[in-house]
């Protein structure tokens, strides 16, 4: 069975950084794209940012766009986040996902999902 855990995340000050990961197993990791996407409490799951299967190509929501940075290590299966500058709006808990289209920011396009990290960002 396909595991996808994150880690990384905590309470952290505003203006502040983190680094999320996301170990996937049982996958052949090379040949998905990889999303993050975050839920806050009240709303829905939205996008984040994601990584095309080789790491060359990147999108982000416009919210964390020069904020934050997706990247891979395929060889170690294992996908991050670094997160600077954090605002208060960024709290919510992070998820990684894998899926085959390249390019959707849709949730419904990924197939297999972690179990999330919380982060907190304080004010």
């Known amino acids: 069975q396909v595991q996808l855990v994150e880690s990384g995340g905590g309470l952290v000050q505003a203006g502040g950084s983190l680094r999320l990961s996301c170990a996937a197993s049982?996958?052949?990791?090379?040949?998905?794209?990889m999303g993050w996407f975050r839920q806050a409490p009240g709303k829905e799951r939205e996008f984040v940012a994601a990584i095309s299967r080789g790491g060359i190509s990147t999108i982000y929501a416009d919210s964390v766009k020069g904020r934050f940075a997706i990247s891979r290590d395929n060889a170690n299966n294992t996908m991050y986040l670094q997160m600077n500058s954090l605002k208060p709006d960024d709290t919510a808990v992070y998820c990684c996902a894998a899926g085959i289209r390249w390019g959707s920011r849709a949730r419904n396009e990924y197939d297999y999902w972690g179990q999330g990290t919380q982060v907190t960002v304080s004010t």
């Open positions: 049982r996958l052949t990791f090379s040949g998905y794209v």
